[in-house]
């Protein structure tokens, strides 16, 4: 089974500046998907990027990218220019190509400072 | 196009009682899933379902039920409500290869 790991529970950063938030996963499997969604306090989940595994060219969605690393099984969420909403708590989730479900990781909760 | 919609917001059941947590979604997704978050922490698969009339269990299906008779629809039972099973309940589907799209949640207590 895959298991995904987010090993900072909590981060923070100015507003302004640049904050990564890591993520590592196991798995045996040579193609799979890989996402980072936000829960904000309002509770809902909100997609933030995706990754196919067999894309070597790393995610970048805005002020939002990722560090893709296959070998490492590393997929950290880099988010630049950092703002106020941006504070909410991050999760990471990997998917396998033909499976049904996804799993997730424990969440970092990023707190953004004025 | 609503995506996922869940009803109740909120609820309180006494323990013992049952309830029906209700998902739709308009999206013609095959798959759904039912979360559970407990405060500050991740989600747990309950439930899921790859398609009309397949269901499977998650991480932590005990105390829970689900039924998939249509694609829209996958709603949650509780049975014997406890205090453990006190959260936030989430509904997602997805299709086969993308993200998964989420309710907005049901916040249960159970007292």
């Known amino acids: 089974a895959q298991t995904v790991t987010q090993s900072q529970p909590e981060m923070s950063v100015q507003e302004a500046e640049t904050v990564t938030l890591s993520c590592t996963y196991d798995?045996?499997?040579?193609?799979?998907?890989l996402f980072w969604y936000k829960q904000p306090p309002s509770r809902q989940m909100i997609l933030v990027i995706r990754q196919e595994a067999y894309k070597q060219q790393n995610a970048t969605e805005n002020r939002f990218s990722v560090n893709f690393q296959k070998a490492a099984k590393s997929f950290s969420l880099k988010i630049s220019d950092s703002q106020l909403g941006d504070a909410a708590m991050y999760f990471c989730?990997?998917?396998?190509?033909?499976?049904?479900?996804?799993?997730f990781g424990d969440g970092t909760t990023l707190t953004v400072k004025p | 196009n609503a995506g996922v919609t869940q009803t109740p917001k909120f609820r309180i059941l006494k323990i013992g009682q049952s309830m029906t947590l209700q998902c739709t979604q308009d999206?013609?997704?095959?798959?759904m899933y039912w979360y559970r978050q407990d405060p500050g922490m991740g989600l747990k698969l309950i439930y899921y379902?790859?398609?009309?009339?397949?269901?499977d269990k998650g991480e932590v299906p005990n105390g829970y039920n689900v039924s998939r008779s249509t694609t829209e629809d996958f709603p949650l039972r509780l049975e014997l409500a406890a205090p453990s099973q006190t959260s936030v309940y989430f509904c997602?589907?997805?299709?086969?290869?993308?993200?998964?799209?989420f309710g907005p949640g049901t916040r249960l207590t159970v007292t």
């Open positions: 989730a990997y998917r396998s190509l033909n499976a049904g479900k996804s799993t």
């Open positions: 997602a589907s997805s299709s086969s290869r993308d993200e998964q799209y």
């Open positions: 999206m013609n997704h095959n798959y």
């Open positions: 379902s790859v398609g009309a009339g397949i269901t």
């Open positions: 798995t045996s499997e040579s193609d799979y998907y």
